[in-house]
């Protein structure tokens, strides 16, 4: 028997209401086989830094601002980032340690997340304070570090600075405390921060000695800030395969194109913006130029060349704005002849970063 579709009668009436709409497929901005290895760990390949959180002097932070900051937080691990770091010491004042307690508090509560906390690598950095003379006292950092976040262990636990400039045999205590703090199960990675090339090479052979594997380093790297001492840092890195993370790959937002010599940030900033930005002209063209041939901003053209180079940057965040612009530099890459246009731009910007006063050799 033939089966026939009559065309001839009309339908009205129609009832909607059981037909099920389907959202447009949304790509993810980086594919799982893309997160990159960090250690024993699987990271995103872009972090995101907490130093605003907390900090009114340089930052203006407001706990007014606790909402914003945690509707960014979950923007953020929406789109698949899992990396974000903070440290005990960020927050001024009495809000010393506010950036791991709302860390801690947007983990505990996030609606993304839904039981998957442990997703989450939580790098945090130790602060060389000259009261932490032994081992014990900075494995107690670590553990009140795990309380603000109430959480059982780290990520990443990172020494944020070398004492070796000026209190050489703290250092070694503060090198034991990483060690004890890994054997005890406190942190599954240990890191470094502000390390110059010498430094990062004994302590990481320190380290191998002990059975810890040195996982991380953080460095300011950016375009600003890609001196002979951060790529020979970089190579360091690639050599003995420790993952280098890239701190203020925007330059405190001098890379934004948002600021300029007659618009200045509030704050403390505005007397470093004041004696880099008028030098910062060829490489904010070049940043301007790319970023308007590509459809996107100047910091994610900024970024993308960071992730270009190997690192993981981990700019800040502040707001849902923040994210959003951001994530735009994941999910795509910059020619080589793009990378090198950029660079000679930097070469060519007569001023660059003041480095960080706790940066070793």
């Known amino acids: 028997m033939a089966l026939t579709l009559s065309t001839t009668k009309t339908f009205t009436n129609i009832n909607c209401s059981n037909i099920t709409t389907f959202k447009p497929l949304k790509l993810p901005l980086f594919w799982p086989w893309e997160k990159v290895k960090m250690g024993p760990l699987s990271v995103s390949p872009m ?27 979950e923007l953020a691990l929406e789109n698949g980032i899992n990396l974000f770091d903070t440290a005990d010491s960020y927050g001024t004042g009495r809000l010393n340690g506010q950036s791991e307690r709302l860390l801690g508090k947007f983990i505990r509560e996030s609606q993304v997340l839904k039981g998957k906390q442990n997703e989450v690598v939580v790098a945090t950095k130790f602060a060389a304070y000259p009261w932490r003379l032994t081992s014990g006292q900075f494995v107690n950092a670590c553990r009140a570090s795990l309380d603000r976040l109430q959480i059982d262990q780290l990520g990443i636990g990172q020494l944020h600075w070398s004492t070796a400039n000026y209190a050489p045999l703290q250092e070694l205590v503060l090198w034991d405390g990483l060690v004890q703090m890994y054997e005890k199960g406190l942190v599954r990675a240990v890191g470094v921060s502000n390390y110059g090339p010498q430094q990062l090479v004994k302590i990481h052979d320190y380290l191998k000695t002990r059975g810890v594997p040195l996982c991380s380093a953080q460095v300011q790297f950016s375009l600003l800030s890609m001196g002979k001492e951060q790529l020979e840092i970089k190579s360091i890195c690639d050599k003995l395969g420790i993952r280098l993370i890239s701190y203020s790959p925007l330059g405190l937002g001098m890379l934004t194109g948002k600021y300029s010599p007659s618009k200045l940030p509030t704050g403390p900033r505005s007397f470093l913006f004041r004696q880099i930005l008028p030098g910062l002209e060829p490489l904010l063209l070049a940043l301007s130029e790319i970023a308007k041939k590509r459809g996107k901003t100047m910091p994610q053209v900024a970024i993308n060349w960071c992730i270009c180079k190997g690192t993981v940057p981990i700019p800040g965040i502040k707001s849902v704005r923040h994210v959003e612009d951001n994530l735009g530099a994941l999910g795509w890459k910059l020619t080589n002849d793009e990378q090198l246009q950029l660079e000679y731009a930097a070469k060519e910007s007569p001023k660059s970063m003041i480095q960080n006063i706790f940066q070793t050799r």
């Not at 830094?49 to 960014?72: C, F, I, P, R, V």
Request: negative net charge; hydrophobic residues 40%.
């Open 47 to 73: 972090g995101f830094g907490t130093w605003a959180w907390g900090n009114q002097l340089l930052w203006g932070y407001q706990t007014s601002m606790d909402d914003q900051l945690q509707e960014a937080f």
